[in-house]
C-alpha cells in the first residue's frame, strides 16, 4: 500500500512537470521571434503628416501623467518622434532620456534635438537586455517597438527598476485586428503576450487603453 501512494506521488509530479513544460512551450510558441530592429534608412516613413493624429501624442502622455518638470525616458526612441513631443512637455526643468540600441538612431535624434533648441534631451545607448536608464523615472515609453526586443523580460526588469514609486510604464503597439500603418501583421503582438512578460518582471497592469484607432496602450505599475 505505500508503494502505491509513493508511486501516485510520482506520478503527480512528472504530470505537473509535463504541464509546467506544455505552459511554457506554448508561451513561446504565442510569442513570435523579435522583429528586425528598424532600418535607420527608413526613418522617414515614421513621418508621414498623419501621425499626429492617429498616434495621439498628447493623450497618451496624459494617460501616463506626464507633467512640467517630469523626468521620462522614450526606449526605443528611433529617430526621435515622441522624445521631441515629451521635451516639449516636461519643459526646460523636466528631462527626457531618448533611449536605443542603433548608433544611427542616437546620432539622428542628437541632430534633431539641436535643431529644435531643446535642451532638456539626453540620449542614451542602451544594449539589448539593458537600455542603461537612471533611476527614479516618473514615466517610461516604448511606442512601435515592443516586437523587436530580443529580451523582452529582462529588458522590463530593467525598466521596472529605473521607475520612481509612484512611476508608470506605458506600451504603445500595433494592434492586429485592424488594418493601417504599421508593420505586417504577423511581426504584432497581442497585448496579453506583452501583459504576460511584465507580469514576470514584476510589473502589474494599471491600465489598458483602446482609444487609439490603431493600436493599444497598456500602462504598468511597480
Given at each position: 500500500m505505500l508503494a502505491g501512494v509513493r508511486g501516485g506521488v510520482t506520478m503527480v509530479v512528472v504530470a505537473g512537470a509535463l504541464c509546467a513544460w506544455a505552459s511554457a512551450t506554448s508561451a513561446q510558441q504565442q510569442r513570435a521571434p523579435p522583429g528586425r530592429l528598424f532600418p535607420p534608412e527608413k526613418l522617414g516613413e515614421l513621418e508621414g503628416p498623419d501621425r499626429d493624429e492617429w498616434q495621439e501624442p498628447d493623450r497618451i502622455m496624459d494617460e501616463l501623467g506626464i507633467a512640467d518638470g517630469a523626468r521620462v525616458a522614450d526606449v526605443g526612441a528611433g529617430g526621435g518622434w515622441f522624445t521631441v513631443r515629451l521635451a516639449r512637455r516636461v519643459g526646460p526643468n523636466g528631462r527626457v532620456f531618448a533611449e536605443d540600441i542603433q548608433?544611427?538612431?542616437?546620432?539622428?535624434?542628437?541632430?534633431?534635438?539641436?535643431?529644435?533648441g531643446l535642451r532638456n534631451v539626453e540620449t542614451v545607448q542602451g544594449t539589448a537586455v539593458d537600455p542603461r536608464l537612471p533611476d527614479n523615472l516618473d514615466a517610461v515609453l516604448i511606442v512601435d517597438t515592443y516586437p523587436q526586443i530580443e529580451t523582452p523580460v529582462s529588458m522590463l526588469k530593467h525598466l521596472a527598476k529605473s521607475l520612481a514609486p509612484n512611476g508608470r510604464l506605458g506600451i504603445v503597439d500595433f494592434r492586429k485586428d485592424v488594418y493601417g500603418p504599421g508593420p505586417d501583421m504577423e511581426e504584432r503582438l497581442e497585448p496579453e503576450i506583452i501583459i504576460r512578460d511584465a507580469k514576470l518582471a514584476g510589473l502589474r497592469l494599471h491600465a489598458h487603453h483602446t482609444f487609439l484607432r490603431y493600436q493599444y496602450l497598456l500602462v504598468f505599475t511597480r
Open positions: 548608433r544611427q538612431m542616437i546620432d539622428s535624434i542628437n541632430r534633431r534635438v539641436e535643431r529644435e
